[in-house]
């Protein structure tokens, strides 16, 4: 995938249309529908179920394909909390499967889910390198707010920049360096990837925030690379 040129931080931001014009409006759509197109198809809805009476364990939210063969999906345990009996996993096509929890990370605020198929149009999103990040990147958050998969059938997108990077302690769910966005974050957003211009996860969206600046926050993906590459070998998958 092409990176998009650099006046599509200037676009971003909204300076003067005269200088999104000298770079070409139509080159910077079609770099942000490239990026969209790329990175759908690996994106799922999740809605998680409880025990009786569904108390304690319902959810929803969103999630990331990372392994075909082995059916795994990266989540949040905001989109399936531990007392979850249950997940279903819809994918972009709007096929819906019963996935079953194979990992969990309480400390990471994240879950891998496996699921009994996968449909053929979905394809995998590679993990980036989240130590690289630094304030003023560009963006996507992806995934399934206020369950738009569901309710449109569409997976939403927004664009925005890395706004912050910081500690964000005392939060009840995760208690540890967060990635602050601009791009929109909204209930159901969790557990769904941020990505980068090459379409690389460098982040999962959670619901950590700062109660000094109020906006959405995702966990850096190379802690959870390295926990999901641990809980892949003891499954002998390989991870992107």
């Given at each position: 995938m092409s990176r998009l040129p650099v006046a599509l931080f200037a676009f971003s931001i909204a300076v003067p249309a005269v200088l999104a014009q000298e770079a070409g409006f139509d080159r910077i759509q079609a770099g942000i529908?490239?990026?969209?197109?790329?990175?759908?198809?690996?994106v799922v809805g999740i809605q998680?179920?409880?025990?009786?009476?569904?108390r304690g364990g319902d959810g929803y939210g969103s999630g990331v394909v990372i392994d075909l063969d082995k059916r795994l999906v990266l989540t949040s345990e905001e989109a399936v909390p531990a007392a979850a009996k249950?997940?279903?996993v819809r994918f972009a096509d709007h096929t819906l499967v019963a996935a079953k929890v194979v990992a969990r990370n309480d400390e990471l605020n994240a879950v891998l889910l496996e699921a009994p198929s996968i449909p053929a149009s979905v394809r995998v999103l590679a993990m980036g390198d989240s130590t690289k990040v630094r304030v003023g990147t560009m963006v996507f958050t992806l995934g399934n707010p206020?369950?738009?998969m569901l309710q449109t059938g569409q997976t939403a997108a927004s664009l925005g920049i890395v706004s912050g990077i910081y500690?964000?302690?005392g939060n009840a769910v995760y208690d540890g360096v967060v990635f602050e966005?601009?791009?929109a974050v909204n209930p159901g957003s969790y557990g769904g990837p941020v990505?980068?211009?090459?379409?690389r996860v460098i982040a999962l969206v959670g619901s950590t925030y700062s109660h000094a600046r109020w906006l959405g926050t995702a966990v850096p993906i190379a802690p959870i690379r390295e926990w999901v590459e641990e809980a892949a070998r003891e499954r002998g998958v390989a991870v992107a």
């Amino acid at each position: 995938m092409s990176r998009l040129p650099v006046a599509l931080f200037a676009f971003s931001i909204a300076v003067p249309a005269v200088l999104a014009q000298e770079a070409g409006f139509d080159r910077i759509q079609a770099g942000i529908h490239e990026i969209y197109d790329a990175t759908r198809p690996a994106v799922v809805g999740i809605q998680a179920r409880g025990g009786r009476f569904g108390r304690g364990g319902d959810g929803y939210g969103s999630g990331v394909v990372i392994d075909l063969d082995k059916r795994l999906v990266l989540t949040s345990e905001e989109a399936v909390p531990a007392a979850a009996k249950e997940a279903n996993v819809r994918f972009a096509d709007h096929t819906l499967v019963a996935a079953k929890v194979v990992a969990r990370n309480d400390e990471l605020n994240a879950v891998l889910l496996e699921a009994p198929s996968i449909p053929a149009s979905v394809r995998v999103l590679a993990m980036g390198d989240s130590t690289k990040v630094r304030v003023g990147t560009m963006v996507f958050t992806l995934g399934n707010p206020f369950q738009s998969m569901l309710q449109t059938g569409q997976t939403a997108a927004s664009l925005g920049i890395v706004s912050g990077i910081y500690r964000a302690e005392g939060n009840a769910v995760y208690d540890g360096v967060v990635f602050e966005l601009d791009a929109a974050v909204n209930p159901g957003s969790y557990g769904g990837p941020v990505v980068d211009l090459e379409g690389r996860v460098i982040a999962l969206v959670g619901s950590t925030y700062s109660h000094a600046r109020w906006l959405g926050t995702a966990v850096p993906i190379a802690p959870i690379r390295e926990w999901v590459e641990e809980a892949a070998r003891e499954r002998g998958v390989a991870v992107a």
